[in-house]
């Protein structure tokens, strides 16, 4: 199995989530409310530069109306 960079997972990561809230044409305000979190705090993680926990992950995947697997699953090179 071949090991990603942290930093690398965490940017396309942080492109997948905001490629899913842009087909809901949400904004980071919107998904921050149906979270219940911080429009700021969802910046960070769609730019890479957050780490966040997996119940901050399941958080995004509801808000989503995804499954925790599909917004974690990336795109292969």
Same mark, same amino acid.
């Given at each position: 199995?071949?090991?990603? $960079? ?5 940017? /396309? @990561? ?6 899913? #809230?842009?087909?809901?044409?949400? +904004? *980071?305000?919107?998904?921050?409310? $149906? ?5 700021? /705090? @969802? ?6 530069? #957050?780490?966040?926990?997996?119940? +901050? *992950? ?12 599909? @917004? ?6």
């Amino acid at each position: 199995m071949q090991s990603i $960079r942290n930093d690398i997972f965490l940017t /396309q @990561l942080g492109k997948r989530i905001k490629q899913l #809230r842009e087909e809901r044409s949400l +904004t *980071l305000l919107d998904l921050a409310v $149906r979270m219940n979190n911080h429009a700021e /705090q @969802l910046y960070r993680i769609e730019h890479g530069k #957050r780490n966040c926990s997996i119940c +901050t *992950l399941q958080k995004i995947a509801e808000a989503l109306d995804v499954s925790l697997p599909e @917004l974690v699953t990336l795109p292969k090179k």
